[in-house]
């Protein structure tokens, strides 16, 4: 049978084993923790980037507009579109407040008829003015609406 103060004394060392030891991982994790967060940071600008690709590909591709895209200096879209799935299937899941949303990121304002006139443009069909108008309204925090006589004229915030 163990005796008590063998217990007692082993349960001590290992109590101070355990705070010696939170003490170097929390050293190593101040020392890590810049390029931990780099890291992450990057992850996340790597993500944003990616979504970005596939939306611009979904809303351009299909339409038979690859040269915009793929005749570019930069391979690394050709690579992508092996990996990733095909634009039909990208603009398959597009919604229209994603479309508004990218649209909006490359002009400075646009009236909801400019907007249906570009999906028209690269093959996006039924783009209804009551769509357009329900993505502001369930997107607030992404567009901006003014109105300048009759007309709504959209941006993104």
Not at 28 to 54: F, G, H, P, W
Not at 87 to 99: A, C, H, I, M
Request: charge should be neutral.
């Amino acid at each position: 049978m163990a005796m008590f103060d063998d217990t007692f004394r082993s349960m001590e060392r290992r109590l101070k084993h355990e705070c010696d030891r939170i003490k170097a991982v929390r050293a190593e994790m101040d020392t890590l923790a810049k390029s931990y967060n780099s890291y992450v940071d990057l992850m996340r600008t790597l993500k944003e980037c990616e979504d970005r690709i596939k939306r611009i590909q979904a809303i351009l591709l299909p339409s038979g507009m690859a040269f915009l895209t793929l005749g570019s200096d930069s391979d690394l879209v050709g690579d992508q579109t092996e990996i990733w799935p095909s634009p039909e299937s990208l603009r398959n899941k597009l919604t229209t407040w994603e479309t508004l949303s990218e649209y909006l990121a490359h002009v400075p304002e646009a009236t909801i008829e400019e907007f249906q006139t570009f999906c028209e443009a690269v093959g996006i069909d039924g783009v209804t003015r009551q769509a357009v108008e329900s993505a502001l309204r369930t997107h607030p925090k992404l567009f901006r609406v003014a109105k300048r006589g009759r007309e709504k004229y959209l941006s993104a915030r």
